[in-house]
C-alpha cells in the first residue's frame, strides 16, 4: 500500500458506510477533502456522510470511482476482486490501507491508541468524551457510534487525537502514538494468527511503534496483558503504568460498587484516592474508564478532573445499548462476540439487574473461523444467562468452513448446563423471542453481525400481542 500522507485530498473509500471506513471519510470531509465512496446498502451512516458532502453510490461497480480520486481507500475487509479495486489498480489510482490514512490524519497531534482484543471501543469513546467534556475538544476514530450515526468520528481543534487501534489484521503497526492503552491479549481473529505467540509479537511491535519518551497503559490483571508487559518491560524511553485490582497495578481499582445500569469506581492513584461514577455497568467498563482516567493523565490532564468528566460517558451504540422496553421486557443490545466479551456483559447486566427478572440471549455467532475456535467457550458463556436462543452463524467476509455451524456453541451450551434454543429462521425470531420473554425480563440481542436488528422487531412483537389481549378483554 501507499503512504498515505500526500494521497487523501480527493479519496475514494470502498465500504464507506463501515464502522472505521465511514469515521475517516467523515474527519477527511470535515477538513475539506472531496469524499467519495461506495457501500453495499443503504445506511443512516450513509445519510450522514451525504449530508457532509460526501459523494456515496451503493454498490460497488469500476465507474463509482470519480475520474479525480486521489487514491482508493480500502480496509482488509475488501476482496481482491472487488471492481473498485480493479478499476484503481488498472489506473494506477494509489491505494490506501485505511490504517495508512488514520496514521496520516493522526500526524501532527499527541495521539493516544486503544488497543486490546476486547474493549477498545469503550475506552475509546470514554475518553473522546472526557477530553471533549474538559473543553479539550480532541479529534478521534471510533469503531462506534457514541450517540448517533456519524459519532463515531470528529475533528477537534484540539492537540489530542484519540484513535481505536485494530490488531485484527496487523494495521495497529502503522501507528506511532504517545500514549498507547493495551486492555487485554488473547487469541482472536484466527484468520489472520496462527497462535498466541502470534499474537504476542504482534501487540509487541505495536508497543515498539510508541514515540520515544511515550507510556504504555497496560492491564495488571489480564493474564496476557501481563505477560506483554513482562516481555517489554525496560524498554528504553517507555513509561509502563500498569492498571487493576492487582496489588502491584500503578493504579489500583479499589472498589466497583454496582447501582442498577451504572458503578461506582474507587481507585489509588499516586497514593489519593478517586472515587468517580461510570454510567455504564459491570467491572468490566469499569476497568476499561480507569484505563482510561491512566492514559489521559500521562497526557498531563489533572486525575481529579479527568475522573469527573468520565462520568459524562454514557455509553455507545451496540455497547449495553437499550434498545426500549415493552410488556415489561427491557431490551438491550450487545456487541459481544468473543467468549470473553459474551461472559463480561452477561456479568455486568446480571449485576445490575434488579427484581425477579431473567436474563435472557439471543445470541449471533460471528465468523466461521472464530466459531471454530471458540464454540466451546461460547457455550459455557451462554450459560451464565437463563435462558438463549442461538441463530445461524452471521459469515461477514468468511466463506463457510464444512462441519462448521451453530450446532457446535449449542451442544456446547447444553453440556454447561445452559437452557438454549436453536432457531435457524432470522424472520421467526422475533416471535419465539416475544414468546419466551415475560415482564421484569432483560434480553439481549448479542453479536457482531445484524442480530441488532431483532431489539425492535422483538418490542414490536411484544406490543401487538399486547393490544390483541387488549382487543380481546375490550370485546369480552
Not at 344 to 363: H, P, Q, S
Not at 440 to 459: C, F, K, Y
Request: proline share 4%; glycine share 10%; no cysteine.
Amino acid at each position: 500500500m501507499n503512504d498515505a500522507a500526500h494521497d487523501l485530498h480527493a479519496p475514494h473509500f470502498i465500504g464507506i458506510g463501515g464502522a472505521g471506513m465511514s469515521g475517516l471519510a467523515k474527519i477527511l470531509a470535515v477538513r475539506g477533502a472531496s469524499v467519495s465512496g461506495s457501500d453495499s446498502k443503504e445506511s443512516e451512516t450513509v445519510l450522514a456522510l451525504r449530508a457532509l458532502g460526501a459523494t456515496v453510490h451503493v454498490g460497488h461497480a469500476a465507474e463509482h470511482v470519480p475520474d479525480g480520486a486521489s487514491s482508493v481507500v480500502v480496509s482488509s475487509a475488501i476482496r481482491a476482486d472487488n471492481p473498485e479495486l480493479a478499476a484503481a489498480r488498472h489506473r494506477g489510482i494509489p491505494v490506501v490501507h485505511r490504517s495508512d490514512a488514520l496514521a496520516a490524519l493522526m500526524g501532527g497531534r499527541r495521539a493516544l491508541a486503544v488497543a486490546g482484543t476486547h474493549g477498545k471501543t469503550t475506552t475509546t469513546s470514554m475518553l473522546a468524551v472526557a477530553l471533549g467534556e474538559l473543553g479539550l475538544d480532541p479529534s478521534y476514530a471510533i469503531g462506534g457510534d457514541l450517540d448517533a450515526p456519524g459519532s463515531n468520528a470528529h475533528h477537534g481543534v484540539g492537540e489530542i487525537f484519540v484513535a481505536e487501534a485494530d490488531e485484527s489484521d496487523r494495521s495497529f503497526h502503522k501507528y506511532e502514538p504517545e500514549v498507547a492503552i493495551v486492555l487485554n491479549v488473547e487469541l482472536d481473529h484466527h484468520a489472520n494468527y496462527a497462535s498466541i505467540e502470534e499474537i504476542y509479537e504482534s501487540f509487541e511491535t505495536f508497543v515498539g511503534r510508541i514515540a520515544p519518551g511515550g507510556t504504555l497503559v497496560v492491564s495488571a490483571d489480564h493474564e496476557g496483558a501481563r505477560e506483554l508487559t513482562a516481555r517489554v518491560a525496560g524498554r528504553e524511553g517507555l513509561t509502563v503504568v500498569t492498571v487493576g485490582a492487582a496489588e502491584d497495578a500503578d493504579v489500583r481499582v479499589r472498589s466497583v460498587v454496582a447501582h442498577g445500569m451504572t458503578s461506582e469506581v474507587t481507585v489509588e492513584l499516586d497514593g489519593a484516592e478517586l472515587v468517580f461514577t461510570v454510567s455504564v455497568p459491570g467491572r468490566h467498563y469499569a476497568h476499561n474508564a480507569v484505563a482510561a482516567l491512566a492514559a489521559g493523565v500521562a497526557l498531563g490532564v489533572p486525575a481529579a478532573d479527568l475522573a469527573k468528566a468520565l462520568g459524562a460517558y454514557t455509553g455507545v451504540r451496540r455497547r449495553l445499548q437499550l434498545k426500549g422496553e415493552a410488556g415489561g421486557v427491557q431490551v438491550i443490545d450487545s456487541y459481544a462476540h468473543h467468549p470473553t466479551e459474551m461472559t463480561a456483559d452477561l456479568e455486568a447486566i446480571r449485576e445490575g439487574l434488579e427484581g425477579e427478572g431473567r436474563v435472557l440471549v439471543v445470541f449471533q455467532p460471528h465468523l466461521f473461523s472464530r466459531t471454530q475456535q471458540l464454540a466451546e467457550e461460547m457455550g459455557q458463556a451462554l450459560a451464565l444467562a437463563d435462558a438463549s436462543v442461538v441463530l445461524d452463524i452471521y459469515p461477514a467476509r468468511e466463506d463457510p468452513i464444512p462441519g462448521v455451524t451453530s450446532e457446535l456453541i449449542i451442544d456446547a451450551a447444553r453440556r454447561a448446563g445452559a437452557d438454549v434454543t436453536a432457531e435457524h429462521s432470522f424472520a421467526a425470531a422475533p416471535a419465539l423471542l416475544a414468546g419466551l420473554a415475560r415482564p421484569g425480563d432483560l434480553l439481549l440481542t448479542m453479536g457482531a453481525g445484524d442480530v441488532t436488528n431483532l431489539g425492535p422487531a422483538v418490542l414490536d412483537e411484544i406490543k401487538g400481542s399486547l393490544q390483541h389481549l387488549s382487543n380481546v378483554a375490550s370485546n369480552v
